[in-house]
């Protein structure tokens, strides 16, 4: 399984981006999709999710409302709408897929099986 994040970039306060995750190998389908984010020195923390039952989307408390996550089945791709973003937006993101996440434990890196590699979003005051 290969997943390809993309649409990072440099981007002013305010301003807005999709990320995208495309799987190879192995469809969404059945699984659970998050993608998470890290800072320098910092943990990589969860910005939100599809969930593996019922294919819902789960967004973190401090981007709920900016950030909304769609899946686009055809194209075996989960996109990452980032809205209105903030200087402390700026990380790597990355994307990954567990097959027995459940939706309790989205929210934890440990919880994955395969990551992507992380694309940059930076955002300038």
């Known amino acids: 399984v290969q997943l390809q994040a993309s649409g990072g970039g440099l981007v002013q306060a305010g301003g807005s981006l999709r990320l995208s995750c495309a799987a190879s190998g192995r469809t969404f389908r059945s699984h659970a999709v998050g993608w998470f984010r890290q800072a320098p020195g910092k943990e990589r923390e969860f910005v939100g999710g599809v969930t593996r039952t019922h294919g819902g989307t789960i967004c973190a408390d401090s981007v709920k409302g900016r950030f909304t996550i769609s899946m686009d089945n055809t194209k075996n791709t989960v996109f990452l709408q980032m809205t209105s973003l903030k200087p402390g937006d700026t990380a790597v993101y990355y994307c990954?897929?567990?097959?027995?996440?459940?939706?309790?434990?989205?929210?934890?890196?440990?919880?994955?099986?395969?990551w992507g590699q992380g694309t940059q979003v930076t955002v300038s005051s």
């Open positions: 990954g897929i567990g097959a027995r996440i459940i939706n309790s434990a989205i929210n934890r890196p440990a919880s994955y099986d395969y």
